[in-house]
């Protein structure tokens, strides 16, 4: 029973970071039509963008307060980082859906090996608060209380994204624009400002995750992390349906469960770690199988 | 006429490429070492197996308009069946191959099968994921067979393709493997297949109307491309004497994707000079960034150039901006643009929710 705790939480944690990553995708896509290869290197530059202050800092002040500073650091440049990148790559390619893509795949490949040449390939050792290290228990389960941090901020992401997208003004543009993006240009509102909006929120959300798995991960970031971490989060998208937030939610959590289940039971009983990752994927298999337009395709809350 | 100076070209090109290992030339740097030594040999005939998996990636991307991101995967299948089924299984040579081109018809059949039932950029991420399940797969080394991170060898070889004086046997079969795809990729492309293929990636909608089911054709295209990576993977296997889990990364896929980009998409030659030149600088561009003047210019100049997909990547998207039609694209008249142009449509029209959307907003369908 406690195992089963700790592993429910554990992959509550793990879809929260799903989540932080698959919400900027999703909105991206939803809006503009690009497939954003480049929002696992805004993850990994916002994480060592952090570390990079972090190690600045020194003795200033107590733990939490330099963990604050440095992650704010970070989301600061992932969202100005996600900004530039639309105002100088993207846009002067409006339209044109394939280079888009594959700028963002050039990005992707170019800005994680610029941090591999700078900071090398190794991992780097990611200093957290103390408490988020110790356990808390639950059910009998000793949990992590990072853990419930991840959780905590990804529902207040959720919650935020949700009432900006319904009670601003900006929001409202972008939701029509997902809806229908000629007409609100026929009515004269310049939709390309939302553009860039949408891209510093989805790299402050990535930077986030960063942050985030610098904790989750046992206090280490690495080149790589971006790239793996996206990969699952491009599935979430789809099982959740492009474009929508709820969707990416509760695919998240579908996904991150399935995933830490069937990882920690596979290697348990079958000794095939790797069984949480092939699920994920057959989830996918069967999602498209079933319904190709992903969970969303029906329901969605935030209209 | 036309096809004549076509078919006289390729194969003095081919024949040019055939003797090279009789000739010891100085390469002045480009490469470590005279033309006909064993190491220069080995960076060739890598460059000759890329430039034909280029191309048949580039059958699916350039010629039909499938974005696949999990390409890498059924290259894979061929390094890592050769390598498992000579070791591990203790299987000579031919019977491995024989099983492995098996698999390599199965494997593809199956997931093409599921990936295709979405289109765009759906397919993308759907291919990428079973890609990503394959390298884990790998890297999770199951029963031994794969040896995890540090790959496995190649066992069971004949003694003329064994030691460094052999290599330009490999040499040759890369080139044999080069030529076999490029005659496969012009005549199915030129057969009535390959016409509804790049009617497919012209307008999907319209193939359907016309009475032909776009999806037994896709499914086609991806079986065929999938099987000539797999063989470009056997050919890889040889040629290194190992399998490594580096083959199966969504890494590798986006490399082929780079490639092709690089060469020129949709066209044949565009995209083996693709291949063959991303290979020559993903291994010398580690050797030149030695060199004196980077070297000593400042770190924050000298450490990026010292990462091979740092450059390479930069200089993609560079290509994607100011020479989209590719390498190809300078010598074809408006070619300029023309071949990343040709894919718009494509991408645009999304067959993912299966109902026609207007064109100019791939959004629509989304829901917030």
């Known amino acids: 029973m406690s195992t089963f705790v700790l592993l429910t939480i554990t992959g509550l944690g793990l879809g929260a970071m799903y989540f932080l990553i698959a919400s900027g995708l999703s909105l991206i896509y939803g809006l503009m039509g690009v497939l954003n290869f480049a929002h696992g290197a805004f993850l990994t530059v916002g994480a060592y963008s952090s570390w990079w202050l972090s190690t600045q800092l020194g003795g200033v002040g107590s733990d939490v307060l330099r963990f604050l500073l440095s992650a704010a650091f970070g989301l600061l440049v992932g969202a100005v980082v996600a900004a530039l990148v639309e105002l100088v790559l993207i846009r002067p390619l409006y339209q044109r859906h394939i280079e888009q893509v594959l700028v963002t795949v050039g990005l992707s490949l170019a800005m994680v090996a610029w941090v591999q040449a700078t900071w090398g390939p190794t991992e780097r050792v990611y200093e957290a608060p103390s408490w988020l290290a110790r356990t808390t228990e639950v059910f009998g389960a000793r949990v992590p209380n990072d853990r419930f941090v991840e959780i905590g901020v990804a529902a207040v992401v959720l919650v935020g994204i949700v009432a900006f997208l319904r009670y601003t003004r900006y929001g409202l543009i972008i939701r029509a624009g997902v809806e229908n993006r000629a007409m609100v240009t026929a009515l004269g509102i310049d939709v390309r400002r939302a553009f860039t909006l949408v891209f510093a929120i989805g790299g402050l959300a990535a930077a986030l995750a960063g942050v985030l798995s610098g904790v989750y991960f046992g206090g280490s970031i690495d080149p790589d992390r971006g790239t793996s971490l996206l990969i699952f989060a491009f599935i979430v998208v789809v099982i959740g349906g492009l474009g929508s937030i709820m969707g990416s939610a509760v695919a998240a959590v579908l996904v991150g469960l399935v995933q830490q289940y069937a990882n920690y039971y596979g290697s348990e009983y079958l000794d095939f770690s790797v069984l949480g990752d092939l699920s994920v994927v057959l989830m996918l298999a069967i999602t498209l199988l079933v319904r190709p337009s992903g969970l969303a395709g029906k329901w969605s809350v935030a209209h | ?368």
Not at chain 2, 324 to 343: D, H, I, Y
């Open chain 2, 1 to 368: 006429m036309r096809l004549a100076l076509r078919l006289g070209l390729a194969a003095a090109a081919f024949g040019l490429l055939a003797v090279v290992p009789q000739f010891s030339i100085d390469t002045h740097g480009v490469f470590s070492s005279e033309l006909n030594s064993p190491g220069t040999l080995q960076v060739l005939a890598l460059m000759l197996v890329f430039g034909a998996v280029a191309l048949t990636y580039d059958l699916l991307f350039g010629f039909t308009g499938l974005l696949s991101f999990g390409h890498a995967l059924y290259f894979a299948v061929g390094v890592y069946l050769t390598a498992i089924a000579t070791t591990r299984w203790d299987w000579a040579l031919w019977q491995a191959l024989l099983f492995t081109a098996a698999v390599a018809l199965l494997v593809p059949l199956l997931l093409g099968a599921v990936s295709l039932r979405v289109g765009g950029i759906a397919f993308a991420m759907v291919t990428l994921a079973f890609a990503e399940a394959g390298s884990k797969l790998v890297n999770q080394n199951p029963r031994g067979w794969t040896g995890g991170e540090e790959g496995t060898a190649v066992g069971n070889l004949p003694d003329a393709l064994v030691g460094v004086l052999n290599t330009k046997h490999l040499y040759w079969i890369a080139l044999g493997y080069l030529i076999f795809v490029f005659v496969a990729v012009n005549w199915v492309v030129d057969s009535s297949p390959g016409r509804v293929w790049q009617a497919i990636r012209e307008n999907e909608q319209r193939v359907e109307v016309l009475g032909l089911q776009p999806f037994r054709f896709k499914l086609m295209v991806f079986v065929i491309s999938s099987f000539l990576a797999t063989a470009g993977g056997v050919v890889y296997a040889l040629l290194i004497g190992s399998a490594g889990p580096r083959v199966t990364t969504p890494a590798f896929t986006l490399a082929l994707l780079l490639m092709v980009v690089i060469g020129g998409t949709g066209t044949r030659w565009g995209a083996i000079l693709g291949g063959a030149l991303y290979t020559f600088l993903d291994y010398r561009l580690v050797e030149w960034s030695d060199k004196a003047f980077i070297r000593e210019s400042p770190d924050l100049i000298r450490q990026p150039l010292s990462e091979p997909l740092f450059v390479l990547g930069t200089l993609f998207i560079l290509l994607v901006f100011f020479l989209p039609g590719g390498l190809a694209g300078l010598t074809l008249p408006g070619g300029r643009r023309r071949g990343l142009r040709l894919l718009e449509q494509s991408v645009r029209t999304e067959p993912t929710t299966g109902t026609v959307e207007d064109e100019a907003d791939p959004g629509v369908e989304a829901r917030t």
